[in-house]
């Protein structure tokens, strides 16, 4: 799901809109480099201290089966994003699982939309690119209610 910061900085806790398709989404499941903290006096082992994590790269790319539908929404959502920047107003992706009490929000830049590869006998896919622009946090989930989640 996403949604739009109505103020500059404020992750929105209500309003998030489903986008239609979904097939896969990558692990975000980071874990933090290792700075070696290793004293000259150490005698047979290293110590480590942690460091950053990572996303995978800068890119979070979501599989949707590519329709109409989608095409459509992600336009959308690619011209609000654009329109919004002057204001300071980033959109957040959010990813509801039935039965976990928190979800993993982002604030994230959009990529427009590509055109998909093809292939003989399967449905035809895209890839949505989301490049993160703030730090992730797990906050109580957002149930959607709307009838792509029934």
Request: charged share 20%; net charge negative.
């Amino acid at each position: 799901m996403y949604a739009f910061e109505s103020s500059s900085g404020s992750r929105p806790t209500s309003g998030y809109t489903n986008i239609v398709g979904p097939k896969s989404i990558p692990s975000m499941d980071d874990a933090p480099s290792l700075l070696d903290a290793t004293s000259l006096n150490a005698e047979k082992y290293k110590s480590y201290v942690q460091g950053l994590r990572d996303l995978g790269g800068g890119d979070v790319a979501i599989t949707f089966n590519y329709t109409q539908e989608f095409c459509t929404t992600w336009d959308a959502i690619v011209a609000t994003n654009e329109a919004n920047k002057s204001t300071g107003k980033r959109c957040w992706i959010t990813f509801y699982i039935p039965g976990i009490t928190d979800a993993f929000f982002m604030p994230v830049d959009i990529v427009e939309r590509g055109n998909p590869g093809a292939e003989v006998d399967s449905v035809l896919e895209t890839t949505a690119h989301f490049i993160p622009i703030g730090e992730p946090g797990f906050y109580t989930a957002i149930n959607p209610t709307d009838p792509v989640s029934a």
